[in-house]
């Protein structure tokens, strides 16, 4: 039997993330969209509403993508962040580069699931009454009557697009998204090697349940693994 070695399940961990964020410009949008809560979300995309999901989010007016232009913008901004990664970690420890990428990408992976539920729900709840308001705008009793159906209306069009919105500067933000992949890249590698819970969020487990010992053994696992990131970030990706 052929049993790889930890090096070499380090550089297949660090080549497939490179490799995805390499391949993401030549994707279409819902595969991008898709590639991306599968890798950075805790539950890898596999609740039965994502697919819901990715096609109300793209029919919304104002969230297209253009893959070619997002993955290029991805990239190198990856290419930067990836090879300042294991100073910072040196540097300032990995809890606070852990922080410091969680502040820069606005927030967590675990938030995905919920940002999603919101959008959908925001999509149900307008699609639910927009034809009887509708209705009411045109044929209300009063003009008072036909001004209050119009105004919910809007209120209901305008909640879909802020959840929206909340998604897209979260998740399609080349700034943001790059951040966020680097957190979810060492979470899962940290899983992955049992040094922290399965689907234990690393800031929760670092300030909560974290002893000095582990998180020593934690930290050289992550410089181990940004050095195949690095190695691969620099033959694979497009820098600024």
């Known amino acids: 039997m052929n049993m790889k070695t930890l090096e070499q399940k380090r550089a297949d961990f660090a080549f497939g993330v490179v490799e995805m964020i390499a391949t993401l410009k030549n994707m279409e949008r819902e595969k991008l969209l898709r590639t991306l809560v599968e890798f950075i979300s805790p539950d890898s995309g596999s609740s039965s509403n994502y697919n819901e999901f990715y096609k109300e989010f793209l029919a ?5 993508i253009d893959p070619e232009k997002f993955g290029k913008e991805l990239e190198e901004k990856m290419s930067s962040y990836i090879s300042k990664a294991p100073v910072l970690v040196l540097t300032n420890g990995l809890g606070q580069t852990m922080a410091f990428f969680a502040s820069k990408a606005e927030e967590r992976p ?13 999509k149900k709840e307008h699609e639910s009454v927009k034809d009887e308001l509708k209705w009411i705008m045109e044929h209300g ?3 008072e009557e036909k001004k209050k159906a119009e105004k919910e209306l ?5 909640k879909v697009m802020n959840s929206a919105n909340r998604v897209k500067s979260f998740l399609l933000n080349p700034s943001t998204t790059a951040y966020l992949i680097l957190y979810a890249s060492i979470q899962k590698w940290l899983w992955k090697r049992d040094i922290i819970p399965e689907n234990k969020d690393f800031l929760e487990w670092f300030t909560k349940d974290a002893d000095s010992l582990v998180l020593i053994q934690a930290t050289r696992e992550v410089l181990e693994l940004l050095k195949w990131m690095v190695r691969f970030a620099d033959a694979m990706l497009e820098g600024e």
């Open 60 to 64: 919304v007016k104002g969230q297209d």
């Open 110 to 122: 675990f938030k995905i699931p919920r940002l999603a539920n919101d959008f959908l729900n925001a």
């Open 141 to 143: 009793k009063s003009e």
């Open 154 to 158: 809007e209120q209901l069009k305008k």
